[in-house]
């Protein structure tokens, strides 16, 4: 079904062929090194937490949520390529990770400030809900690495226009109760992230953007699954939902 990645698609049907790998779409130095920056955030970062938690160095909260919050991007980049990787192979790119998303980064950075912000300038003002933010986050990236596995070669980062004769439509596993299971992954995600930081601006515009960004999305993209798939995708469009408030 869906993705995210300003114009991507998991589509609803398998290839009945194997995926084979490609060498010549990846460059493996950019794949090592981007794998060990990954690595390097989400040791120092854990390491860090441990170490304040074990009283051994004075961290403040703010930190530590942020220590937090950079692993759960970075875990969430990782399992990008490696789903990628090892579910649909020979869809495997230097970009698999989507690093090169400029708008994630741009939320990843107000996120940091907001939270740094407020901590500094309204330090009585305190928006509390790690656990159950950590919680979101989990279910938002086992949904989303569940649908890339179920899915396997149908899934794409990028809407596929075109139907091919050995297409099939996907309805077992999670897409039996989700039809956009990736979708409803990130939108989650995000959600258990800023709950976690304590976040209430990036959470209220980003759920804005986010939802009008996916509600557009499903719509554009469930028109070629209509036209691939005529009344058995509308069936199923009418038996499984999004999990995307609103958006049926």
């Not at 051994?56 to 399992?79: E, K, M, Q």
Request: charge should be neutral; include cysteine.
């Amino acid at each position: 079904m869906s993705n995210l990645h300003n114009s991507d698609g998991e589509n609803s049907y398998q290839y009945n062929w194997h995926a084979q790998y490609d060498p010549t779409k990846v460059d493996l130095s950019i794949v090592a090194l981007k794998s060990l920056g990954l690595g390097i955030l989400i040791s120092v970062n854990f390491t860090m937490m441990v170490l304040s938690a074990c009283n051994i160095i004075n961290s403040s909260p703010a930190i530590t949520r942020i220590n937090g919050y950079l692993i759960f991007v970075s875990v969430f980049y990782l399992l990008e390529f490696f789903s990628t990787c090892l579910f649909n192979n020979s869809e495997t790119d230097d970009d698999s990770f989507i690093l090169n998303d400029i708008d994630l980064h741009i939320v990843h950075v107000v996120s940091i400030l907001e939270i740094l912000g407020k901590t500094w300038l309204f330090p009585s003002f305190i928006i509390d809900f790690p656990i159950i933010g950590l919680c979101v986050v989990f279910l938002g990236q086992f949904s989303r690495t569940l649908a890339m596995y179920t899915a396997k070669e149908s899934f794409n980062h990028y809407i596929q226009r075109e139907h091919m004769n050995k297409h099939k439509l996907v309805t077992w596993g999670i897409y039996r109760y989700l039809r956009h299971p990736s979708y409803f992954g990130f939108f989650w995600w995000f959600i258990g992230t800023q709950l976690w930081l304590g976040n209430l601006a990036v959470l209220a515009l980003g759920l804005f953007k986010l939802w009008n960004f996916f509600n557009y999305r499903i719509k554009f993209e469930e028109k070629f699954l209509i036209n691939f798939f005529g009344q058995d995708y509308t069936d199923y469009k009418s038996k499984a939902r999004t999990g995307i408030p609103f958006i049926e």
